[in-house]
């Protein structure tokens, strides 16, 4: 076997099974919360954390949930390049989530960011913004968290600097919110 790939596998490996499960209950918990309270979720990343977040909005959005419960409210704040780049060349970069959120944010909402870093200035932006209309800030980190961690009322932070496996790690997480409901609603009938 390639050293590099087994290296990569075991890595991996090893995150995986250091996910903090408390913390990812908790994570689960202010999600429904949000949802009984038929408040909405915005989401939000840069780069690769963009096509996660898309991902979990389609996820969450169409398979978390199929029966006539209560669906979630998830809105991508990376969706519409549109306004992303006229914010981004009008305004600054720093700028492209919190200028979405002034349209669309109301108290008991609930921000879930992603940054592999956590100090990325549109993100902090957002978050910083959510905590003063009165909503939750979830977040996945990697590193040691950056500023992002310290912004949130839950964070589920990767202890790791390899970006891929902080990326594949979000991923996995948010596809394990996924399962953990369709599991939940599924036994609970």
């Known amino acids: 076997m390639d050293k590099i790939l087994n290296e990569y596998i075991k890595n991996l490996t090893a995150l995986v099974a250091s996910i903090n499960q408390n913390t990812l209950l908790k994570f689960i918990d202010l999600l429904e919360v949000t949802r009984q309270q038929h408040k909405t979720i915005f989401v939000c990343g840069n780069g690769g954390s963009t096509a996660t977040v898309n991902h979990f909005v389609c996820d969450l959005g169409k ?6 419960d209560t669906r979630f409210k998830i ?48 993100i ?17 980190t990697g590193y040691d968290g950056g500023k992002l961690k310290t912004l949130s009322d ?3 932070n990767i202890d790791s600097n390899i970006i891929e496996q902080i990326e594949d790690l979000h991923l996995i997480i948010e596809h394990m919110i996924v399962y953990h409901y369709k599991r939940h609603i599924k036994t609970n009938l």
């Not at 398979?63 to 006539?68: F, K, L, P």
């Not at 981004?88 to 609930?110: K, T, W």
């Not at 902090?124 to 996945?140: D, G, I, P, Q, R």
């Open 63 to 68: 398979n978390a949930i199929s029966t006539n």
């Open 75 to 122: 809105i991508s704040l990376c969706d519409n390049i549109e306004t992303i780049t006229a914010f981004g060349n009008d305004l600054g970069f720093e700028n492209i989530f919190v200028e979405r959120l002034h349209n669309l944010i109301s108290p008991g909402d609930l921000l879930m960011a992603l940054s592999a870093s956590g100090n990325s200035p549109n």
């Open 124 to 140: 902090l932006k957002a978050a910083h913004y959510a905590h003063s209309n009165n909503c939750n800030v979830l977040s996945m």
């Open 154 to 156: 839950c964070n589920i």
